[in-house]
């Protein structure tokens, strides 16, 4: 599984920009078949920690992202990956629209 940052949600403390929620994305490519979660995490301003926003990193922000998930949420998302890799798709009209068709008929 791979973390993308998508955007990072930004606001303005004592004249220095911060970043206060950060949305992600996790993709899972396998066997040809690809799959994606997407969320958002806040972020906790932090004066003592603080990083200049032309300082950051993508490692550094997807280092929060997991922090904030915490292992067993990065561990859910991978298994629901996993998950959505595994299983086929199937297409089909709703249960009431296909027997509203084949009274139809």
């Known amino acids: 599984m791979k973390m ?8 303005t403390i004592d004249n220095r920009i911060v970043v206060c929620g950060v949305h992600y994305e996790c993709v ?3 066997d040809d078949k690809t799959a994606s979660i997407s ?4 972020v906790q301003y932090d004066d ?7 300082a950051l990193t993508e490692g ?3 280092q ?3 922090e904030s998930l915490g292992s067993g949420q990065v561990q859910n998302i991978s298994d629901e990956l996993n998950l959505r890799i595994a299983s086929e798709k199937i297409e089909k ?3 009431w629209a296909e027997k509203q068709a084949a009274d139809s008929e």
């Open 4 to 11: 993308k940052i998508k955007n990072l949600q930004l606001n």
């Open 28 to 30: 899972l490519e396998k």
């Open 39 to 42: 969320g958002r995490v806040p």
């Open 48 to 54: 003592d920690n603080f990083i200049e926003y032309n």
């Open 60 to 62: 550094k922000v997807i």
């Open 64 to 66: 929060w992202v997991n």
């Open 93 to 95: 009209l709703l249960p």
